[in-house]
């Protein structure tokens, strides 16, 4: 079996090659006696699946996946997620559980691209911003602290493929339904004071950040993901380099105990684990910034089309969406009156209205729509429902942002299964 690198679970990997999947996965390989250590980083990821340590890890027999994974998948801290990968580690939240104004973190999607490291010390952390600067600097968390502002922002984090499920013909890739999503409070510092200290160069364009997470491979140096930002994103006020989540820690799944974070982009621009941050004089070419990654065709296909890769463009902004977060999907009721609620969120701009409709899009109702708490956060809408006799409904929910974009009826299909920001719908069973 060639070496694999491509996003498979973990059962998948076992069923076709037991072996091999041992030493992918958790760094084991298979003696004659039928026994497989585990080396650290392979500990360190069955402890992070299973949720705690392992005491008596070295009497694990080779081949073994614990009964715990075997019945369900946990993941240490998180609260009702739904599972989609294991290798590397992708888990979304059903949308009746992101029902809170902020994401608690427990709630907060996770999306993984490699292993995550094992030794996330915040003491001994480092970030260096270099490259095309006239400063660079290699600084601490707590250099962080005391040299720049720190600030406290609610942010809208989603993952470009969120949607992807729901693509006909189906694209390849983590099959995201629609909670790959999440709005927590953020604390750190701006990533514009930063570079403004370092000096940014003129011929600067393009940031490319690194991160401390390893291939899946396991081989040295290999980066499972360095993806950038142009100049120009990356002055933004609300882009963070963030030390905590939702007033604590940031949860080890979504980058302790320093990150990115670059609201309104794909969550693939907010880089977890952060240790560098370097400029470039051209747009960055590390891994998952070119062929398909994270690009669009730069015109509307027909479903199933080919297209040449020249012809693909770099995601960006992300567009306008909505979440109907209550009532939860097959909701039955005796009333005809429901409260409905859920959240909207448009790249780099802002919602002006979201409309609901319980008649199939033949008419529309107004909801109330909050202004969000910051630029960049998530703007909170509801409204109460009255319908008209008892049967099946079902309810839409269609965001128009500040340009009157709105979303639309069916899925904008391309290659890649990016970007699909049709209308959620919910159905309620009334009497």
């Known amino acids: 079996m060639r070496e694999n690198t491509s996003e498979r679970g973990l059962f998948d990997l076992y069923r076709e090659d037991p072996d091999e999947a041992d030493r992918l996965l958790f760094g084991r390989e298979t003696y004659p006696d039928r026994r497989g250590f585990l080396r650290n980083a392979g500990l360190a990821a069955m402890g992070a699946l299973v949720g705690t ?86 600084l601490s968390i707590d250099d962080l602290k005391r040299q720049f502002d720190v600030v406290t922002e609610a942010l809208t984090l989603e993952c470009g493929g969120n949607g992807r499920a729901f693509f006909d013909p189906p694209a390849k890739g983590n099959q995201w339904t629609y909670g790959a999503v999440a709005c927590s409070e953020w604390t750190g510092v701006r990533l514009a004071d930063v570079l403004k200290v370092a ?10 950040h690194v991160g401390a997470d390893t291939h899946l491979s396991g081989k040295d140096g290999k980066l499972p993901i360095s993806r950038g930002i142009p100049i120009e994103k990356a002055m933004n006020e609300h882009n963070l380099i963030a030390f905590a989540q939702n007033g604590r820690a940031i949860h080890p799944m979504n980058g302790a105990p320093l990150r990115l974070v670059v609201p309104g982009w794909p969550g693939s621009c907010s880089q977890k684990w952060l240790t560098r941050i370097w400029l470039r004089d051209r747009v960055h070419d590390g891994p998952k910034m070119g062929g398909t990654s994270y690009r669009i065709p730069n015109r509307t296909v027909a479903p199933g089309a080919k297209v040449a890769k020249k012809d693909f463009i770099i995601i960006q902004a992300m567009p306008v969406k909505s979440l109907i977060t209550s009532p939860a999907t097959d909701h039955k009721t005796s009333d005809k009156a429901l409260r409905v609620r859920g959240h909207a969120w448009a790249g780099d701009r802002k919602v002006d209205a979201v409309r609901l409709s319980i008649d199939f899009g033949a008419t529309w109702i107004e909801t109330t729509l909050d202004d969000p708490v910051n630029d960049h956060a998530w703007q909170n809408w509801h409204t109460t429902i009255t319908f008209p006799r008892t049967g099946y409904y079902e309810i839409w929910a269609r965001a128009i942002d500040s340009r009157g974009v709105g979303q639309p009826h069916a899925v904008s299909w391309n290659p890649k299964g990016y970007l699909n920001n049709s209308m959620h719908r919910v159905a309620v069973t009334v009497g």
């Open 199 to 208: 000096g940014v160069k003129n011929d600067a364009v393009y940031t490319a």
């Open 53 to 138: 340590a392992i005491p008596f890890h070295r009497n694990i027999p080779a081949h073994f996946v614990p009964v715990a994974l075997a019945a369900q998948h946990t993941i240490q801290g998180k609260d009702g997620l739904t599972v989609l990968n294991d290798r590397p580690l992708c888990a979304e939240t059903p949308p009746h559980l992101l029902d809170d104004d902020i994401t608690p973190t427990s709630r907060h999607f996770v999306r993984n691209n490699g292993l995550p490291p094992e030794d996330v010390d915040a003491a001994s952390w480092r970030l260096t911003i270099d490259g095309l600067v006239e400063n660079p600097m290699t």
